[in-house]
């Protein structure tokens, strides 16, 4: 449909070059122009109200109007708008949110570094682990282990440890020597009758494997999300965790957990990491950090990664990283507000009971003719959709049967997201009974008229 010249719409598609967009199929379809957002909703500029079970992308917890985040950044605005964080600067809202977060913190951690997105703290982590490996004196110990369909961020070094084909293709990446292992996804990676714990030591001994052949001593960490998200929210399988770190441990592997989507409430607990029994050297923040009402991110790392920086900082005369708007004070101060809120409205426990029921809501729809898989932990889920249930494949080409039924759900008021043919679900922390319920019809809905 050509949209009116000079409209909101013709203006974008004449000015606006969108991320992770076909940017051909968007001059011919344009943008969905979203104007206001109340709880878990949010309106388009026709005034058509959505709900929005991505939470934005996956990120905003406690909802689209949170007076208490306009107020903490009004206030902070109005008394310091902006300090910086190098040469031993700080202030106020940098040090109350480091010390709440080494606080919350699962197990223990010693300083927490911050930056503005979840790349941005990835390639952060990447760097200080070099950092860490030169300091020890084993400057071959670089390599990095991913897994399949790990969603790790976009930067050239953080788009390098993300393992999702369309984030590669056709860039240039520049990361030597990641090594990528099989997603622990038992509906698509498992061999014929082969149960959850036996898959789960299998991946454990591929791992062990690739290990070997790449040589223990080169190998410096291990990045993974406790639940792998934009790859399609794949859960592990029980003892998939305890199993990868056994193996760790065996040789001295740091483990980066990607909590970027995993944290502060979204598996029903604070932490993926407490979900899942991790015991990580490095925490990686952001998103539900300040419910993305402004960029913020961090990373957390125990005194095993903080002691040897610290010394080779002192060595070479200074940590040589940072961003301007590292630890930002209006920032900062949003995202103390945002945890306050979500401690004291005991979202997290909403995010395991709601999570309970839109599971059990979802899990109905397993007899669906398209449904494949549903999938889940806490307020985050999936559903694979198939065409044919045995072969589970789904129409012609990959994601086109996810794409049809996201465009049904939209049409029907509902935005969520098809990673290929799954369907995601991660709505508000904030959300009820009611609205869950309505979230899953909107969806069987779509479903319907994708038949
Ligand atoms: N890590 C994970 C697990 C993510 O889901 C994302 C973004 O979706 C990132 C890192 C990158 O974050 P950003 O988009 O803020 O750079």
């Known amino acids: 449909m050509a949209a009116t010249p000079n409209s909101a719409e013709a203006r974008d598609i004449a000015y606006h070059l969108h991320p992770v967009t076909n940017a051909r199929r968007h001059q011919e379809i344009g943008p969905l122009i979203i104007d206001r957002g109340e709880g878990i909703y949010v309106y388009d500029s026709n005034g058509k109200q959505y709900i929005e079970a991505l939470a934005g992308l996956w990120s905003v917890g406690v909802g689209f109007n949170e007076k208490r985040l306009v107020e903490a950044a009004t206030k902070q605005m109005s008394k310091l708008p902006y300090y910086h964080t ?80 369309a984030n590669h293709t056709s860039f240039e990446m520049i990361v030597p020597d990641v090594i990528r292992l099989t997603a622990p996804h038992h509906y698509r990676e498992a061999k014929p009758g082969e149960s959850e714990e036996d898959f789960a030591t299998r991946l454990a001994e591929e791992l062990d494997q690739k290990i070997i052949e790449a040589g223990p001593d080169t190998i410096a960490a291990m990045f993974a999300e406790p639940v ?66 402004l960029p913020a991110s961090a990373l957390m790392i125990n005194d095993r990664v903080f002691e040897p920086i610290a010394d080779e900082s002192n060595r070479v005369g200074v940590l040589g990283h940072g961003y301007t708007a ?34 059990a809501a979802l899990r109905k729809l397993e007899s669906h003719p398209l449904v494949g898989e549903v999938r889940g932990v806490g307020l985050i889920a999936a559903v694979e959709l198939v065409k044919d249930k045995a072969a589970k494949t789904g129409l012609g080409k990959a994601g086109e049967l996810g794409a049809l039924v996201n465009k049904h759900a939209q049409e029907n008021g509902l935005i969520s997201r098809a990673m290929g043919d799954s369907m995601a679900f991660c709505p508000p922390l904030i959300i009820t009974e009611a609205e869950v319920d309505e979230m899953v019809s909107r969806f069987a809905t779509a479903l319907d008229l994708a038949l």
Not at 100 to 128: C, Q, R, W, Y
Not at 148 to 157: D, E, K, L, S, W
Not at 264 to 271: A, C, D, K, L
Not at 327 to 354: C, D, F, Q, Y
Request: contains cysteine.
């Open 86 to 165: 190098f040469t031993h600067k700080s202030h106020g809202p940098v040090i109350d949110l480091a010390e709440k977060l080494i606080g919350m913190a699962p197990v223990p951690m010693s300083k927490v570094f911050f930056t503005n997105s979840g790349s941005e703290a990835i390639d952060t982590a990447l760097k200080l682990i070099w950092y860490r490996s030169n300091a020890l004196g084993l400057p071959q110990k670089k390599k990095i282990i991913v897994r399949n369909r790990a969603y790790h961020g976009i930067t050239i070094a953080a788009g390098n440890l993300t393992s999702l084909p």
């Open 228 to 293: 792998q998200g934009a790859g399609g929210v794949i859960v592990p399988p029980a003892t998939y965790w305890e199993k990868v770190q056994a193996v760790l441990a065996k040789y001295d592997i740091l483990l980066v957990a990607d909590e970027v989507i995993c944290g502060f409430g979204r598996t029903g607990t604070m932490f993926g990491t407490t979900t899942f029994g991790i015991k990580p050297d490095i925490m990686v923040l952001s998103k539900q950090l300040s419910s993305s009402y």
């Open 326 to 359: 590292s630890g930002h004070p209006v920032v900062t101060a949003v995202a103390l507000e945002n945890l306050k809120i979500i401690e004291e409205r005991n979202l997290v426990s909403n995010a395991a009971s709601m999570g309970e029921r839109m599971r």
